[in-house]
């Protein structure tokens, strides 16, 4: 058994680090909130605009289709991944990274590289794959401006013909608990598969291809920006999730080193009172 010593150390220890663990959680928490209404508020407004110029590109002509839509033949991938700066966020970026692993090798012999927005992506797949790119300092002033200068260069990107698709990869937010690993096709454009709205008799002013090429570059920064935003909420879910269990972890084994610890100094004062009475004992004797 451990000495008296050595387990107050490590009660000591065991409380400097649950008292870290709980304020990261409650500033996580705090963050979350704030986090969460964004991404809840903006997320109808990017859905909606994807599924109109879905719906509208499927009725362009091919010769009259924007060139975000051009469907080739796919030599060159680009994966962007989501993570965060941080770690200490339980599994969120290593899921990232694994199903950025699988989405490469999912194209296997096409030429794959990678746009890492966020530390944690950048230092893991830099050792398998070409980085293009290192976006993570958007995340010290996440605003659609800034997302926006990111989105313009990986459409330059496709425009030029460098990459022939690109595929986003990242966390999105369900609930403080809950984020689901998504991969979403970001270039080029997938034309709505149902037609719902396709076939509905519109009137368009001005004309359906200069609607879309207006808005199509509007609607693919909105779309990059909802995906961060979507992993920013999630970061600090999973944070705050992973901070709370490691609390609850910290509280039990300081409980259970208290415990030891008392056992410890109650045999110890036994052995010394036994001590004394012995050596009394042998005086008398």
């Known amino acids: 058994m451990a000495n008296l010593k050595e387990i107050r150390n490590r009660i000591s220890s065991v409380s400097s680090t649950m008292q870290i663990t709980s304020a990261m959680k409650m500033v996580s928490a705090a963050k979350l909130k704030k986090a969460q209404d964004a991404i809840t508020a903006m997320r109808p407004y990017a859905d909606k605009l994807t599924e109109l110029l879905q719906n509208l590109s499927a009725t362009l002509d091919a010769d009259s289709g924007s060139k975000f839509a051009d469907q080739r ?6 994966i962007v991944a989501i993570t965060s700066n941080r770690g200490l966020c339980g599994a969120f970026n290593s899921n ?27 230092d893991a797949l830099s050792k398998e794959y070409e980085i293009l790119a290192n976006e993570s300092t958007v995340f010290d002033d996440l605003t659609f401006d800034n997302v926006a200068q990111i989105a313009e260069r990986l459409m330059q990107k496709f425009e030029e013909g460098s990459v022939d698709k690109i595929e986003l990869v990242y966390n999105k937010f369900k609930n403080a608990a809950t984020q689901i690993v998504t991969t979403e096709q970001f270039l080029p454009i997938v034309p709505s598969a149902d037609g719902t709205d396709a076939n509905q008799d519109y009137i368009f002013e001005p004309t359906k291809v200069e609607i879309v090429e207006t808005l199509i570059p509007k609607s693919l920064k909105t779309q990059l920006f909802k995906a961060i935003r979507d992993s920013f909420a999630s970061e600090h879910g999973a944070r705050m999730t992973a901070m709370h269990k490691a609390t609850d972890n910290a509280t039990e084994l300081r409980d259970q080193l208290k415990l030891t610890y008392n056992k410890a100094r109650q045999a110890a004062i036994t052995n010394e009172i036994l001590e004394i009475v012995g050596g009394a004992e042998a005086l008398n004797n």
């Open 96 to 122: 990232i990274i694994k199903q950025a692993n699988h989405l490469a090798n999912s194209y296997a012999g096409k030429n794959v590289s990678v746009v890492a927005i966020g530390k944690k992506a950048n």
């Open 73 to 78: 033949e796919v030599k060159n991938v680009l």
